[in-house]
């Protein structure tokens, strides 16, 4: 029903890919939703990289045949793309709770390609609305691309992924540098690689730049490295939930939880049952 879209102004140094990836499975374990998530890139690429040590799951998300963004441009081009489609034609990530549409196969060059891209991303996206409780669409780094600026249209939220260079924020935030697809929209902020000790903390960049929305400080994590180099994020942050009683959250578990409970506010996702309400409460 919801559609949140992260991106990142920067062309890299922001870790939105690793945030992307990462959200939507805090989102699943958290609240009573069924999440989807997915990219504005090709197959294999952006957030896919994050699970791909499962070969069993990602040589059907990889499959022209069977799986992702292509099978769906088939059932668009012939009008019988629906929900159920997007749900069938996803891979599940954790049963009945988090599922991962793969990109598309297809290299699209010439203007046209693109758009066509675009247009079958906004169809693929209107459709999640009623298969999913949320999506999670990656809209890439820099400057969008066809499919990427269809994922920010379609955003009731977008997370714009930020780092702590104050010359390169300048720039983005203070010289008209946000696309128009998001300057309307609502938006909270995710700094990467957040050092509590550098003197552009959360406070001075809102205050600097006039920002609004929630941000969140998402600190380096040797960790998520790893888990990123090896393809098992969602191994990690299952791990780093705690166990019972969230004794052992790590602090990047609590800045992605504070930012999918800001999300789960701004969007109206089912809150917390009373019984994992306790457990936070216990930790």
């Known amino acids: 029903m919801s559609l949140v879209a992260v991106w990142s102004p920067l062309n890299g140094g922001t870790g939105s ?19 989807l998530l997915t990219h504005g890139g090709h197959a294999g690429e952006r957030v896919e990289l994050a699970f791909s040590d499962r070969k069993e799951m990602m040589d059907n998300a990889l499959s022209f045949h069977d799986n992702g963004m292509d ?13 159920e489609n997007v749900r069938n034609y996803s891979v599940p990530l954790i049963a009945g709770r988090l599922d991962l549409l793969g990109g598309s196969r297809v290299l699209r060059t010439d203007l046209s390609a693109n758009e066509q891209g675009a ?12 298969s999913h409780d949320v999506t999670v669409a990656d809209a890439g780094n820099g400057a969008p691309g066809a499919a990427d600026r269809a994922i920010l249209n379609a955003a009731d939220l977008v997370v714009i992924g930020m780092n702590q260079n104050l010359h390169l924020l300048e720039t983005v935030l203070s010289k008209g540098g946000l696309p128009d697809e998001v300057k309307e929209k609502p938006c909270f902020y995710s700094i990467g690689r957040y050092d509590r000790e550098c003197s552009a903390t959360l406070q ?14 998402v600190p380096y994590c040797s960790g998520m490295t790893d888990a990123w180099n090896t393809r098992n994020v969602l191994m990690y942050m299952q791990r780093s939930r705690g166990g019972y009683g969230r004794k052992r959250w790590n602090s990047l578990y609590l800045a992605m939880q504070g930012l999918a409970q800001g999300i789960a506010e701004e969007c109206g996702l089912p809150a917390v049952p009373a019984k994992a309400r306790a457990m936070h409460a216990l930790g």
């Not at 890919?17 to 999440?35: G, K």
């Not at 001075?204 to 400080?217: E, M, S, V």
């Open 17 to 35: 890919t690793m945030l992307a990836a990462a959200l939507p499975i805090v989102l699943a374990m958290e609240y009573q939703t069924r999440v």
């Open 71 to 83: 099978a769906l441009e088939r059932l668009s081009t012939s009008g019988r793309l629906n929900p």
């Open 119 to 130: 247009t079958l991303m906004s169809r693929v996206l209107e459709a999640s609305r009623h």
């Open 204 to 217: 001075n960049i809102k205050r600097r730049f006039g920002l609004k929305g929630y941000a969140a400080g």
